[in-house]
Nanobody, 124 residues
Framework: QVQLVESGGGLVQAGDSLRLSCAAS????????LAWFRQDLGKERDFVAA????????SYADSVEGRFIISRDNAKNMVYLQMHSLKPEDTAVYYC?????????????????WGQGTQVTVSS
C-alpha cells in the first residue's frame, strides 16, 4: 500500500505559477504509476497528468499540455506538478493518485490510492 499527502496549493493570480507536491509513504514507490487529477465544485474529477514508474514517460490532458509538468523523485518518494500560466479555469482541488496497473491511465477508477487533495484557486 501507499499513502499520499498533497501540499502546495493556494490562491494565485492568472498567469502565475505554482508547484504542487505529493509525498508518498511505503516501499516500492517506483513500482507505482502516478497521476494528478482535479475536481472543481459540482464537477467530475478530471485527469490532469500521469507519469510512469521510471519517470521517463508522461501524459497530459489537452487543457494543460504545454503549461503543466509532472515529475517524480523516486529517491524521495515524491511526485510534483509544476503549473505555469495558470488560468481561472484551473481552479479546483488537485489530487495525487497511484496505481500498480500498467499504463498512463486517464480513468480515475483505475487508481487505487488517493491523497486528500489540495485547493488551487486562480483569480482573474
Amino acid at each position: 500500500q501507499v499513502q499520499l499527502v498533497e501540499s502546495g496549493g493556494g490562491l494565485v493570480q492568472a498567469g502565475d505559477s505554482l508547484r504542487l507536491s505529493c509525498a508518498a509513504s511505503g516501499r516500492t514507490f517506483s513500482s507505482y504509476y502516478l497521476a494528478w487529477f482535479r475536481q472543481d465544485l459540482g464537477k467530475e474529477r478530471d485527469f490532469v497528468a500521469a507519469i510512469t514508474g521510471s519517470g521517463l514517460t508522461t501524459s497530459y490532458a489537452d487543457s494543460v499540455e504545454g503549461r503543466f509538468i509532472i515529475s517524480r523523485d523516486n529517491a524521495k518518494n515524491m511526485v510534483y506538478l509544476q503549473m505555469h500560466s495558470l488560468k481561472p479555469e484551473d481552479t479546483a482541488v488537485y489530487y495525487c493518485a497511484a496505481t500498480r496497473r500498467v499504463g498512463l491511465l486517464r480513468d480515475s477508477t483505475r487508481y487505487d490510492y488517493w491523497g486528500q487533495g489540495t485547493q488551487v484557486t486562480v483569480s482573474s
